[in-house]
């Protein structure tokens, strides 16, 4: 097994341009998360999904999107990138067991 | 909605002693406490998590303890090594909702000195 997997692992993107990135995960998971995390922020929420075909706003959910067309994975959208959105980001996901298992992020900076 | 607080953000600690990492949260209705371990440029990992039905939980050096009334819980690590290193992350989160999402503290930057 994979477990969770992100792709792109870096990426630079000019004000203005958009962006997806994608969460993939094979463990059949219900839950999964989009984070970002910042330093001395800890890990903020952006959105998340409870199953496939469905999402909801998480902490931090401006300027981003994100669908779940698919069970196994989530993508989180930038459609105008601003320099606030440089940050670390995580997907995670989880099954009914609570324990939530992180992707090795991307690293995103806007220009 | 949930607030998690976390101290301290850093921690120096020698080989060989505790390390002790405190968080409170606002919710009461919270009953899921994880704590994850993150590595510099890695993921984030649980290595010990705890639910309200319970007041203490243990795993070989590390151990979690929590208080429902004052809305605190603590992570507890005994015999510290230098693979200790890390930052690490305190979360809670409502279980048995369709929410389930995490809200995290602010992270304990832990340094050991061999």
């Known amino acids: 097994n994979a477990g969770v997997t992100q792709t792109p692992k870096f990426r630079v993107l000019k004000t203005g341009q958009s962006m997806t990135l994608l969460c993939a995960q094979d463990m059949n998971h219900e839950y999964m998360y989009w984070y970002r995390q910042d330093p001395g922020m800890g890990l903020r929420l952006i959105h998340y999904s409870v199953g496939e075909g469905t999402t909801a706003k998480g902490e931090v959910p401006d300027g981003y999107n994100v669908s779940r067309l698919k069970k196994q994975n989530f993508l989180l959208g930038l459609e105008s990138a601003a320099p606030s959105q440089t940050s670390v980001y995580f997907c995670?996901?989880?099954?009914?067991?609570?324990?939530?298992?992180f992707g090795p992020g991307t690293r995103l900076t806007v220009l | 909605g949930e607030n998690v607080e976390q101290h301290p953000s850093t921690l120096s600690v020698q080989e060989g002693d505790s390390a002790v990492i405190k968080c409170t949260y606002s919710?009461?209705?919270?009953?899921?406490f994880p704590w994850y371990k993150q590595e510099l440029g890695k993921r984030p990992q649980l290595i010990i998590d705890i639910r309200s039905n319970v007041g203490e939980k243990k795993d070989q050096r590390i151990a979690v303890t929590l208080n429902k009334t004052a809305k605190h819980f603590s992570l507890h690590i005994t015999e510290t090594q230098p693979e200790d290193s890390a930052v690490y992350f305190c979360a809670a989160s409502i279980m048995d909702t369709g929410r389930r999402a995490l809200t995290f503290g602010s992270g304990t930057r832990l340094q050991v000195q061999p």
């Open positions: 919710d009461s209705a919270s009953n899921y």
């Open positions: 995670a996901s989880s099954y009914t067991k609570d324990t939530q298992y």
